[in-house]
């Protein structure tokens, strides 16, 4: 004859219910929201229709061209520009500054990085000078620039250059930081040399905070570059939208301001594939 | 080669960790060292290894290490230590890239390294595929694969479950097996202790000094019979009563701190 206990885990639901006379019911779910999804449809959908909305009020006389344009009136304007081949000549002259200025900026900002994140004295004095220098909006050095530099494209490359390398240097220090020091401990418990630590575990392990400093940096060179060009240049998409401004040629400002947004969008890819190849291991 | 802790004695700031700690690992011995909560073990072993210089006394090996050894004094840490964005064969290689040995002997080093804790099909995944018994194994296949004389464990299974445990502590019992490497064991679980260790250092409350040392009466190949059970079970009693009073002080001394 089976024990009291036996019969109790056997016992199903149903036959509780039949027994005490209650009914049974679910345990109510209580886990939902808080898990945003990464669904990307949404959000192309929803830019369709915005563009759509835009082109419609334009269409229908909703809204003055002159202070709005209709997004075909803008598209009209890039195809105009690229087949006058101006569009070329602005946006590479942009693209050489920031090429120019990011490439220099990132590296002087690696190094200091670096020697901030290994070594006493160099955090001493590099975080004291960062801290004082970092908070100063770079493009209001451009006048001093200028004056040290001349007028031609070193001040506007030195500008993108300063606002890249402070926010490269603070990247690159704080992804040293991070590193797991149980890491740096292995690798001196089988007496692996300095440098091998420095390219095997510290630069490895710095890198996802570095990559996330090129996508701060990346912005800061192109609100640089347009600021820096509407201050003091004759080509560049900085000058050309000051210049449609100016003239009251809206449709080519906005083809000005589409073009820097889909830099802005390229070079965000260009991180998302860098990333994808550099830190697969996450 | 032996390993010998000289009078070792360290703090933190104002805080006394260890306090004249002496003993000698001698060549191919294993030894625990089991102690309260605090007392200075993973302290005492990063001493003995090399990584933290002490305040007072010193770590020093007597003897030549063996003649393949590339590495004699060799870490297994308790959180494994691996390099996430390395496989687990880059991991294992990660400590011999910097070594005199050409290419064809690295690979001939790690193979075997990586079939003596079982990863050969494992040897191209990543540590964040791996279980955490399976994070450990590289980490031990990391320490052999550079022939170490002596192996300095921090609590190597804490971070597992009981079943992995189980079987990692087999490995280490096959590893240890023929004598050829000594250890140095650090743990707080007494039954690791007195199934691996040939002597089990006691160290007492902060500041640690050596309050006993007890001898296991038994060749590790014995510890795994039934008969042994009830005379491990005695002996970790025996230890658990070394210091059962003074972890209850330092739990306390813990949640009051």
């Known amino acids: 004859m089976p024990s009291v206990r036996f019969k109790m885990l056997e016992r199903a639901p149903s036959q509780d219910a039949q027994q005490d006379g209650s009914v049974a019911r679910p345990v109510a779910f209580r886990g939902a929201g808080f898990m945003p999804g990464g669904g990307r449809a949404s959000g192309w959908i929803a830019l369709a229709l915005a563009i759509a909305l835009w082109q419609l009020a334009g269409s229908a006389g909703w809204v003055n061209p002159l202070f709005l344009p209709a997004p075909s009136a803008i598209a009209v304007a890039i195809y105009k520009l690229a087949v006058s081949g101006a569009l070329w000549q602005h946006v590479s002259a942009s693209v050489v500054r920031i090429g120019s200025g990011w490439l220099i900026g990132t590296m002087a900002g690696v190094i200091v990085g670096f020697a901030i994140g290994l070594s006493t004295l160099a955090r001493g004095v590099g975080i004291t000078f960062i801290s004082a220098l970092f908070p100063i909006p770079k493009i209001a050095l451009l006048p001093l620039l200028i004056l040290w530099l001349g007028i031609g494209e070193e001040p506007k490359i030195a500008t993108i250059a300063l606002g890249v390398f402070f926010s490269t240097a603070i990247s690159v220090y704080s992804g040293v930081d991070a590193v797991p020091r149980n890491l740096i401990r292995m690798a001196q418990s089988f007496n692996v040399p300095f440098h091998a630590i420095v390219i095997r575990v510290i630069w490895p392990g710095a890198l996802p905070s570095i990559l996330a400093g090129f996508r701060i940096t990346a912005s800061v060179a192109l609100l640089l570059v347009v600021s820096a060009e509407m201050i003091g240049a004759q080509f560049g998409i900085g000058a050309f939208v000051l210049q449609a401004g100016n003239l009251m040629q809206t449709d080519q400002l906005l083809a000005g301001v589409v073009i820097l947004s889909l830099f802005g969008l390229a070079v965000g890819k260009a991180i998302n594939v860098l990333e994808a190849r550099l830190l697969h291991w996450r | ?257």
Not at chain 2, 101 to 106: F, I, N, V, Y
């Open chain 2, 1 to 257: 080669m032996d390993l010998i802790a000289d009078h070792i004695s360290h703090r933190f700031g104002g805080l006394d960790v260890l306090d004249r700690v002496s003993f000698t690992v001698a060549s191919g011995e294993v030894v625990a060292i089991v102690g309260p909560s605090g007392c200075g073990k993973s302290t005492l072993l990063s001493i003995l290894g090399g990584l933290l210089r002490p305040s007072e006394g010193r770590a020093e090996l007597r003897g030549a290490p063996p003649d393949n050894s590339l590495n004699p004094l060799t870490f297994v840490f308790q959180d494994f230590a691996l390099l996430p964005w390395c496989t687990v064969e880059a991991n294992v290689a990660f400590p011999l890239v910097h070594t005199a040995l050409d290419a064809a002997a690295r690979q001939a080093v790690v193979d075997d390294a990586l079939r003596r804790t079982g990863l050969s099909d494992f040897r191209g995944a990543y540590p964040k595929q791996l279980s955490g018994g399976m994070r450990q194994r590289v980490g031990i296949a990391r320490a052999l694969a550079v022939r170490p004389a002596i192996l300095l464990m921090d609590e190597p299974l804490s971070a597992l479950d009981s079943q992995t445990r189980e079987l990692l502590m087999e490995d280490f019992v096959r590893l240890l097996a023929d004598g050829a490497m000594g250890a140095v064991y650090v743990t707080h679980n007494l039954e690791e202790a007195v199934r691996l260790a040939d002597r089990v250092v006691v160290l007492s409350r902060r500041p640690g000094r050596v309050r006993e040392v007890v001898s296991i009466p038994m060749t590790r190949a014995e510890r795994g019979g039934i008969d042994a059970r009830g005379k491990l079970l005695t002996l970790q009693n025996q230890l658990w009563s070394l210091i059962r009073e003074e972890a209850i002080d330092a739990e306390r001394e813990v949640q009051n701190a």
